[in-house]
């Protein structure tokens, strides 16, 4: 193996442009003519149009034009779409309420797109959108997903009867009720699973450009997934057609899931392009993110979970509401379904479960995939329950956990997933040595004679990623296969490019995919070029998310090298006079296996191009191309204990020690894997002690700044502690699991089971605040 090779520590190549302020976003895009453009949003989170009057607005200076939603629908720009389709339990398919790029006569949420304004300059924009006289009549508004099934609640959208978008259920519902009808023990818990706001440093932009003279269309937006964009905006939005538009997606300074989807605004930014005659510009403040941007999470869920004598589970019964927001995003049908309620097996061998979802509107921001998405609810509500389950029967969280394990692999939950390979004893163990499991006794005493109280809490957790196969998701109504695609140039000097349909947007794929490359060609990683994001340059691609691009993306780049290898060796075998199958690839040269003979790779690639001297029948040149759909999901998995003091006086929570012990199956890189695992458990941390979506009863979102909506910082965390174990994944060639969502996954329960034990409760909402915690602390002394 090469020193820069798969599992070397290879520092990421695109740091250097990054941390010397070179890297190039949507915001740092100028072409000629630009203009820029501003959205005048609802202040109210339910009301009617009653008029729009733009006269005031189009004469102030610098204006070029002023846009409406009835210009728009004119020109038969369609409504945005959600792309997967679920049907309830009674057959029906879900209630899609139309959603148009700027409202027509009704906003449902405060931040609801009414008028665009495109002026010469960002500040004549801003001023032009506040000239704009909007009348409505305010509606009553509902925000709270269980109040909005109510008799009583505003009827947000026509199609969907009492806001209900679907009533789904999952698993054996007989099965499920007898095992607790004749269970030993049953654990019971109401589980609320806080709205988050993504919050990438980079807030969403766009920019449109309509070239006349080309009839033809190009978008710089901050997307994951290019591609998936040009198509939607094409085929459902009929901004223009596939053939005469390009979607880029530059750096991007995160997206957390947020940024997979198709917004307003990149679809009013090239119509408004071509309807003003200019390039439009529009990049988000930090506010109107907290407003627009697709929230996350939000479920309130009720558990049983039933036991026998011998404290195994027998069955597991969940019933979710959970709150979609006012319009249905992209991917926001499949977050509370299959990927979600398919993951309430966990690691545990649970004969019988039943699930009921649920999805409602309310009159707040759109919710859709956010780091995890739908395996971070299911992972928070069975272990907060498993926890629960263990203090009330009286034995060790962690031996319960260990006597419920999945043992045996392949396994086949009650939940359509089929688990490939484990082993969950050994995360478990390895996080208990780490965190000194057995000496917490002897630091919650030391921790007792300094006033504080001490916890410690675990979380066992597995998550279903590298989205797979095509053929299983659209039966189960993805509106799109996802495969992922790659193309591996080899030039005629023996550099190379690979061309990938994933998208990176911090995973590093500069650098890891040039590993892969330098494996099994030995040519320095400096010498590989990763090109993606760019729908005219790399051929059709299903982009970054749910912790796909190593199992996914890099699969796809293997069956590629694979193909370049194969012609590769018969163009030296030609060279060299000898038998193909006697030639291997070392540090950069082809050789005859057991000779010194040999041809270096640069001169192997300048032959393929000359073409003087190829075997009989070869085209020339040196590229090929592969499409990977993959046979299954990955399954990493891990075990995360999480040690907090809190200080009664104050209730401020100090996580204390934090462990991570992952399987991730074979590890390309490390040190990329470790930085994925701590953004990570930053993030779960964020949300178990800090962040939290709060909205008034009118629907005004109180948390829309960072004075409102608190976001982890540095001395809010701890060092980690990160290990791996290695069960390699058998479903794709490289043996490699997702890294990417597992930190947000398994720490929200870890860090909430630390604080419950350390106070000695059952439950405590998150984010568990000082204030939060303060006032629990007083309850249990009364």
Known sequence: MGIEGVGARVARKEDKRFITGAGRYVDDMVVPGMKHAAFVRSPHAHAQIKKIDVKKAQAMPGVIGVLTGKELKADGIGNLICGWMIHSKDGSPMKMGAWSPLAL????????????????????????????????????????????????APQIHPEADGNLIFDWELGDSAATNAAIKAAAHITRMKIVNNRLVPNAMEPRAALG??????????????????????????????????????????????????????????????????????????????????????????????????????????????????????????????????????????QYDIPAIHANVRAVYTNTAPVDAYRGAGRPEATYLLE?????????????????????????????????MNYDAGDYAASLDAAMAAADYAGFAQRKADAASRGKLRGIGMSCYIEACGLAPSAAV????????????????????????????????GQGHETTFAQLVNQRFGVPIDSVSIVHGDTDKVQMGMGTYGSRSGAVGMSAVVKALDKVE?????????????????????????????????VPWFQMALAAYTAHNLPGGMEPGLKETSFYDPSNFTFPAGCYVCEVEIDPETGVTEVVQFVAADDFGNIINPMIVEGQ????????????????????????????????????RADDLPSF????????????????????????????PAVINAITDAIGITDIAMPASPSTVWAAIRATKH
């Open 105 to 152: 006569d009704r906003v449902r949420y405060v931040g609801d797109a009414v008028v665009v304004v495109v002026a010469e300059t960002k500040g004549q924009a801003r001023d032009a959108a506040e000239a704009v006289d909007i009348a409505y009549e305010e509606l009553k508004a509902v925000v709270d997903a269980p109040k909005a099934l109510e008799r009583s």
């Open 677 to 712: 695992v701590h953004g990570g458990v930053a993030q779960g941390i964020g949300q178990a002690l800090l962040e939290g979506t709060r909205y008034d009863a009118s629907g005004q979102l109180l948390t829309a700044s960072y004075m409102d909506y608190a976001m982890p």
């Open 209 to 346: 450009h309509y070239d006349k003279a080309e009839d033809h269309y190009t978008c710089w937006t901050t997307s994951q997934n290019p591609h998936l964009a040009r198509l939607v905006m094409s085929a459902f939005y009929n901004v223009a057609p596939e053939n005469k538009l390009r979607v880029i997606a530059p750096d991007v300074g995160g997206g957390f899931g947020s940024k997979i989807y198709i917004y307003p605004e990149e679809i009013i930014c090239l119509w408004a392009s071509k309807k003003t005659g200019v390039p439009v510009k529009w990049v988000a403040d930090r506010t109107e993110s907290f407003l627009t941007d697709a929230h996350g999470r939000d479920h309130v869920s009720t558990v049983e979970m039933a036991f026998d004598k011998d404290n195994r589970i027998t069955g597991l019964k969940v019933d979710t509401i959970a709150n979609l927001g006012a319009y249905m995003s992209l991917f926001s049908s499949c977050v509370p379904t299959y990927l979600y309620a398919t993951l309430l097996s966990g």
């Open 384 to 416: 907060r329950t498993m926890e629960t389950a263990a203090r009330e029967l009286g034995v060790s969280p962690a031996e319960l956990r260990r006597k419920n394990f999945i043992t045996s692999f392949p396994h086949q939950t009650p939940v359509i």
């Open 566 to 598: 194969a012609k590769a060796k018969k163009i030296a075998a030609h060279l060299l006079e000898a038998d193909e199958g006697d030639i291997v690839i070392e540090n950069g040269a082809l050789k005859v296996a057991g000779t010194d003979k040999q």
């Open 474 to 505: 659209g039966s189960l109504g993805a509106g799109v296969g996802l495969w992922e695609s790659a193309e591996v140039r080899v030039n005629a000097a023996g550099t190379i490019e690979v061309l990938t349909g994933s998208h990176s947007h």
């Open 721 to 748: 502690k990160v290990s791996t174990s290695n069960t390699p994944c058998p479903g794709n060639p490289l043996g490699i699991k997702g890294c990417g969502e597992a930190g947000a996954i398994g720490s929200p």
